[in-house]
C-alpha cells in the first residue's frame, strides 16, 4: 500500500506495482479532481483492479480509520506494505512563521504517519493471525534531509521531519515482535510539486 496521489508516492506506488503488488493509495478529498488524470498517467487506467483508491485527511483520526476499514473490507490483498510519502511544506522564516502554519506541518507530515502507522499495524497484526504464513510488514516513512540539518526558512518542516525519525524508531522497536519492520528514507531536493514550491525561486535554488 502506497499512499500520496503524485509526487514521490506515485513513483513508488509504480515500482511496487511494476513487481506485482497491489495498491491502495490515500488521496487528500480536496484533491478528488485529480485522481483519474494521475491513475491515467502514472498506471495507465483509470480503472485498474491492482489500483484502489480512497480518499482521506490523514490529519484526521476518523478519517484515517474509514479509509483503512474500507481497504478491510475491500480485502485485495494481504496488508504487507506500507509507504508515508504524503508531505506539506511552506517557507517563513522561524521567528514569523504562523502557529496554524507549524501546525499543519506537524499535522500532515508527522501526525499523519502516526495515524496511518497505527491504522496499518492494527490491520496487518489481525490479518497475520488469520494467515500466519503472510509476508512479514513493512512500514518505510519518507523523511528528508531537513531532518538531519537546519534548512533556512525551514523550521517547521525541519522540526516535523525530524519527529518522523522518531516515530519511525519506535515502530520498529514496537512492532518488530508482530513481523513489521520500519524504516525512513531522507531524499534530499526532488522536483516533484512540493519540490518546486519549496525551491522554485531561482536565488533560493542555487544557495
Not at 70 to 88: K, M, Q, R, T
Not at 93 to 102: F, G, R, S
Request: hydrophobic residues 40%.
Amino acid at each position: 500500500m502506497t499512499f500520496e496521489i503524485g509526487g514521490i508516492g506515485c513513483a513508488v506506488g509504480k515500482l511496487l506495482r511494476d513487481q506485482g503488488a497491489k495498491l491502495a493509495l490515500l488521496y487528500a478529498p480536496f484533491e478528488e479532481d485529480k485522481v483519474a488524470e494521475v491513475l491515467e498517467e502514472t498506471y495507465g487506467s483509470r480503472d485498474s483492479p491492482d489500483v484502489r483508491t480512497y480518499a482521506c485527511d490523514i490529519s484526521s483520526p476518523a478519517s484515517v480509520q474509514e479509509a483503512f476499514d474500507a481497504i478491510a473490507a475491500d480485502d485485495a490483498a494481504f496488508p504487507a506494505f506500507l509507504v508515508n510519502s504524503a508531505g506539506y511544506v511552506n517557507l517563513s522564516p522561524l521567528e514569523e512563521t504562523p502557529p496554524e502554519d507549524a501546525l499543519r506541518h506537524y499535522m500532515i507530515n508527522l501526525f499523519g504517519p502516526t495515524l496511518t502507522g497505527q491504522a496499518f499495524a492494527r490491520l496487518y497484526i489481525r490479518a497475520k493471525a488469520g494467515n500466519p504464513g503472510g509476508p512479514g510488514g513493512r512500514i518505510v516513512n519518507i523523511s528528508s534531509q531537513a531532518a538531519h540539518v537546519a534548512l533556512a526558512n525551514h523550521g517547521a518542516y525541519c522540526a516535523s521531519k525530524a519527529g518522523v525519525m522518531g516515530l519511525t524508531r519506535s515502530q520498529a522497536s514496537e512492532w518488530a515482535v508482530h513481523g513489521i519492520t520500519a524504516n525512513t528514507v531522507s531524499p534530499g531536493p526532488v522536483w516533484t510539486a512540493l519540490g518546486k514550491k519549496a525551491w522554485a525561486d531561482d536565488k533560493v535554488r542555487e544557495e
